[in-house]
């Protein structure tokens, strides 16, 4: 019966590690083993069985500009400087998407307070950080849409503030340029967009030769 309860108590911890996207690991720090739970090959983005257990291969396949933020996070967990282990990174997978992992764990010391083992769960949030983005994103252009509207209010010429509008709106969106045309009807009845103002990020040359356009 109790072999039972035990089975029944590792299904439901593994029906529950998958419901979240979740996985354990366990860090021989002696060997540089590393064993990882069946959902984490997955969350890799690797096929089952392809993890060859090593601590460098782990570390290999975190994405190259957060491995040493990874690595740190690790060494001041080994040190005591941080005893409880969380680092946020990115990862590549072979078929190029990237994707957001949230590692947590804890070290393990013998008797002399030598470290042994590191032992935690890591967590997909790829979803949490691309709503996240969308947020600041959102954020940030209405920062920007903020700035304009009231550099336009404040003062009775709203052409004088411009240039520096358009910087602001250029480079809040990462944008290598932003213009303002004007609508004009020539002599002739033809429809023209007249570039009143251009801004270009370093580096950008005008996009235009002439300021006159023909509206289509």
């Not at 072999?3 to 911890?13: G, I, M, P, S, T």
């Not at 984490?40 to 190259?64: K, W």
């Not at 340029?177 to 609508?183: P, S």
């Given at each position: 019966r109790t072999e039972q309860v035990l089975e029944n108590e590792q299904e439901?911890?593994?029906?529950?590690?998958?419901?979240?996207?979740?996985?354990?690991?366990?860090?021989?720090?002696?060997?540089?083993?590393?064993?990882?739970?069946?959902?984490?090959?997955?969350?890799?983005?690797?096929?089952?069985?392809?993890?060859?257990?090593?601590?460098?291969?782990?570390?290999?396949l975190i994405h190259p500009e957060d491995r040493s933020?990874?690595?740190?996070?690790?060494q001041r967990s080994l040190t005591n400087e941080a005893p409880d282990y969380f680092v946020e990174?990115?990862?590549?997978?072979?078929?190029?998407?990237?994707?957001w992992l949230e590692g947590r764990g804890k070290v393990y010391q013998d008797g002399t307070g030598r470290p042994f083992r590191m032992a935690?769960?890591?967590?997909d949030i790829t979803e949490r950080k691309r709503v996240e983005a969308g947020l600041h994103?959102?954020?940030?252009?209405l920062e920007a849409i903020t700035f304009a509207a009231e550099n336009l209010l404040k003062t009775p010429d709203w052409r004088i503030n411009?240039?520096?509008?358009?910087e602001h709106l250029g480079k809040t969106i990462n944008a290598?340029?932003?213009?303002?045309?004007?609508?004009?009807?020539?002599?002739?009845?033809?429809?023209?967009s007249l570039l009143k103002y251009e801004w270009s990020a370093a580096g950008y040359a005008s996009d235009f030769d002439t300021p006159y356009y023909?509206?289509?």
């Amino acid at each position: 019966r109790t072999e039972q309860v035990l089975e029944n108590e590792q299904e439901r911890l593994h029906l529950a590690l998958n419901a979240a996207r979740m996985g354990t690991w366990d860090w021989d720090i002696e060997t540089g083993t590393v064993l990882w739970s069946d959902k984490i090959e997955a969350l890799f983005g690797l096929g089952r069985g392809v993890f060859d257990y090593r601590y460098e291969t782990y570390l290999s396949l975190i994405h190259p500009e957060d491995r040493s933020k990874v690595e740190s996070a690790i060494q001041r967990s080994l040190t005591n400087e941080a005893p409880d282990y969380f680092v946020e990174h990115r990862l590549i997978w072979p078929n190029g998407a990237v994707h957001w992992l949230e590692g947590r764990g804890k070290v393990y010391q013998d008797g002399t307070g030598r470290p042994f083992r590191m032992a935690g769960t890591v967590v997909d949030i790829t979803e949490r950080k691309r709503v996240e983005a969308g947020l600041h994103e959102r954020e940030t252009i209405l920062e920007a849409i903020t700035f304009a509207a009231e550099n336009l209010l404040k003062t009775p010429d709203w052409r004088i503030n411009m240039n520096a509008i358009l910087e602001h709106l250029g480079k809040t969106i990462n944008a290598t340029h932003a213009y303002v045309f004007e609508h004009q009807v020539g002599a002739d009845e033809v429809e023209y967009s007249l570039l009143k103002y251009e801004w270009s990020a370093a580096g950008y040359a005008s996009d235009f030769d002439t300021p006159y356009y023909q509206s289509p």
